[in-house]
């Protein structure tokens, strides 16, 4: 699997359809279908994008989204295209695959509907003219983060979840990464934020919580408020990181909301997209969404930082990088030596 920095063809997303993401309300809905079109022509500033909508939100999909984004019908639960899409792969001769895990609703958890979900995998390889690599482990794509020389961070609770993968170790959810994802070293996290552990989140993505930006170098979600549980969490992340993986890391602080109605929060500037030429931010009407850009930028040198309102995300249970899902350029064997 190359790095997220790699040459991208296009970028997969979804849209909101009926549901926990899209809302019950009229002004809800209009917030969801806003965000998430609000992303794709961010990222079509870069590189095409494809929308895929479920039948009963074409209406909506061609009111909120613009010509410039390609828009194909198909069944739909929900609108997290990294967790519901495939995770893109080079063969060895440089060409591209899909890998298809199982998809079963974050863990089987009992609010979620994964029926038309579990599907999308092998329809977005199809679309992309992409041979599948079918996997029978239950994961996501914002379970996983790579380098593209073969580290994959991934999380206790996410992969070894007795609701996604009962019954496996870590040797055996190591050896299904080497064989689809090319993972050769795989840093095991202890856990994930708060928020994102309780009932509507996804048990510990490690995509709110760290990025590989460079070979060695990761940025890592930093929360130091006292009274924040995440502290501790972060803490305890990087007392892992440091212990063993010898990763040289930076710190991304985390914005200075604490909370939000329904507790303390898991917004994260981790959740970026990386693109063609730019890196698609998340913001948040806090006094450090200019920092945060600014760290990206010097991650990614060269790279324009678009940031978007994310707080209608992860109200919904994630962010910017949850809901895309990026598709590399094949290269030729050459050029990967």
Not at 104 to 113: E, L, T, V
Request: hydrophobic content about 40%; overall charge negative.
């Amino acid at each position: 699997m190359p790095s997220e920095g790699a040459p991208q063809d296009r970028v997969w997303m979804a849209f909101p359809s009926a549901g926990y993401s899209l809302g019950d309300t009229e002004e809800a809905r209009h917030q969801a279908r806003s965000t998430w079109a609000a992303v794709a022509h961010a990222i079509a500033q870069f590189e095409p994008v494809t929308m895929l909508v479920d039948p009963d939100e074409i209406g909506a999909a061609k009111r909120y989204v613009s010509q410039d984004i390609e828009i194909v019908e198909a069944p739909l639960n929900d609108a997290w295209m990294r967790d519901i899409g495939p995770t893109f792969v080079h063969a060895d001769d440089g060409s591209v695959a899909a890998v298809d895990w199982v998809f079963n609703g974050w863990g089987a958890q009992d609010w979620a509907r994964w029926d038309r979900d579990a599907k999308i995998g092998a329809t977005v390889a199809e679309l992309a003219g992409v041979p599948v690599v079918d996997s029978p482990l239950v994961n996501e794509g914002g379970g996983i983060q790579v380098d593209g020389e073969g580290t994959v961070l991934v999380t206790e609770t996410v992969q070894l979840d007795p609701g996604r993968n009962p019954g496996l170790s870590r040797a055996d959810v190591e050896a299904e990464l080497a064989r689809t994802v090319g993972a050769a070293k795989v840093v095991w996290l202890p856990r994930g934020l708060t928020r994102d552990s309780q009932r509507f989140g996804t048990r510990g993505h490690v995509d709110i919580v760290a990025a590989i930006t460079a070979p060695g170098r990761l940025l890592l979600h930093t929360q130091t408020a006292d009274e924040h549980p995440d502290t501790l969490v972060c803490k305890e992340i990087r007392s892992t990181l440091e212990g063993a993986y010898g990763f040289d890391i930076v710190e991304m602080p985390a914005p200075t909301i604490l909370a939000d109605g329904d507790g303390y929060v898991d917004y994260s500037y981790i959740n970026h997209l990386v693109v063609n030429g730019g890196v698609i931010a998340c913001s948040f009407d806090d006094p450090r969404d200019a920092d945060a850009a600014a760290i990206l930028a010097e991650q990614y040198p060269g790279r324009s930082v678009v940031s978007v309102d994310a707080r209608p995300l992860f109200e919904r249970g994630g962010g910017i990088h949850c809901i895309t899902q990026q598709q590399p350029s094949p290269i030729n064997r050459a050029e990967r030596v």
